[in-house]
């Protein structure tokens, strides 16, 4: 009904134009002394007419109408091929014009891409070739066991973690990413991140609590290490005393907890946004506001969930839940 309204009142111009007309009729045959029933037989049956023609078209117009609304769901690329069929010459242009968007949208998607990755690939060199110098510093203070080398050491890890994290960012804006699922050893993952952390363990003197347990998940093994780091080093980077536990929990639920300055309540909704530093990193200024977005976002396309619990003071504890289905979800 409201289809019918608003056709009606689009097209109320006709409608009054046709009315005049047969007012004038009437007018004219009513000052020569002409009978009226000479002019209204006529409109009366010209009224049916016209309410049979626009019965019509409504019923025309509404099949179109529904059409549109189901082309609605259609991408672009589907839809410059999907159009009207009986299409007036006004309607043809429409189409015309709509192919001509549809054809440069996909153009600039092209080049969007063509140029998303040429980025991607530069990158990749270029992190490759900053490893490098890195690897090489820090082969020489593995010679020297010192105070000073062992933080230049951190140091460098901690440039190591950044520069992949930029390539990580860049990758996670691709629409294919290379995902590889199989079933992982959570120990191996552990005991690899540990060893690459365990100078930031020895120098801030904090205990690690791991007891190995054998678990296995299906995930990919390189992108799931990128969590885990990360969400070790967030631990160290605010925990100046006491432990990091990490422990497994059921169901293939991966649990890190620290003592460290904890998170404020107000912090906790955001934390996992793109740029949030929060309380702590504004205050201790080593904050990107970028691991943990990172993090979830990766746990989403794994098909993981990932999940925070803290109190100021007390501690964080970081749990990312495996026992999911494992699909990519972009």
Known sequence: MTFVLRYLQEHLKIFIMQLSFVCIFAGIFYLYHLPLTAVLYPAFVCFLLGCIFTGHSIYNAYKKHKRLMAMQSLSGAAIKDVFLKNANTLERDYQQIIRNLCEEKQSMEDRMMDS??????????WVHQIKIPITSMQLHLKAEDSKLSRRLTSDLLHIGQYVEMVLTYLRLGADTTDYVFRTVHLDKILGENIRKLRGDFIM?????????????VVSDEKWLSFVIEQILSNALKYTNEGSVTISIEKPKTLCISDTGIGISPEDIPRIF???????????????????????????????????????????TTMRIHMDQCQCIKF
């Open 204 to 216: 801030k003197k904090l205990d690690l609590v791991y007891v190995p347990s054998d678990e296995t």
């Open 273 to 315: 946004e793109k740029g949030y530093t929060g309380g702590n990193g504004h205050e201790s200024k080593q904050a990107s506001g970028l691991g943990l977005y990172l993090c979830r976002q990766i746990c989403n396309r794994l098909g993981h969930e990932i999940s925070v619990i803290s109190e100021v003071g007390r501690g």
């Open 116 to 125: 998303h990755k040429e980025m991607i690939d530069y990158f990749t060199v």
